[in-house]
């Protein structure tokens, strides 16, 4: 069972940064993404930004790009660098590991969550 806790979250203000991430352990697999989601209350989770099992292919959210990064430190850890935070922003991010090759699986962290100020 893949484990994978999240770090980073807290309180912002309008404008600032945050940096979140995500180290996976027990991984018994190769071939996998890892990225993130968030939840803002009362809507549905919604995809944030992934990186591909070689590291050199990340996806952003089109609404975040310019905004937030993802990059990692190797295979097992992940970053979310999120720059001129906005209000809107505020939700609970979860870190994601999806395998690519074999039997499907997904894992979930237990979420960060994170709150921008107005």
């Known amino acids: 069972q893949v484990q994978l806790v999240e770090s980073g979250g807290g309180l912002v203000h309008s404008g600032g940064s945050l940096r979140l991430s995500c180290v996976a352990s027990d991984i018994t697999f190769n071939f996998y993404t890892m990225g993130w989601y968030r939840q803002a209350p009362g809507k549905e989770r919604e995809f944030v930004a992934s990186?591909?099992?070689?590291?050199?292919?990340p996806s952003i959210a089109d609404s975040l790009k310019g905004r937030f990064t993802i990059s990692r430190d190797n295979a097992k850890e992940v970053h979310l660098q999120m720059t001129s935070l906005k209000p809107e922003d505020t939700a609970v991010y979860y870190c994601?590991?999806?395998?690519?090759?074999?039997?499907?699986?997904?894992?979930w962290g237990q979420g960060t969550r994170v709150t921008v100020s107005s």
């Open positions: 994601n590991l999806r395998r690519t090759v074999g039997f499907n699986y997904e894992a």
């Open positions: 990186l591909n099992w070689s590291g050199d292919t």
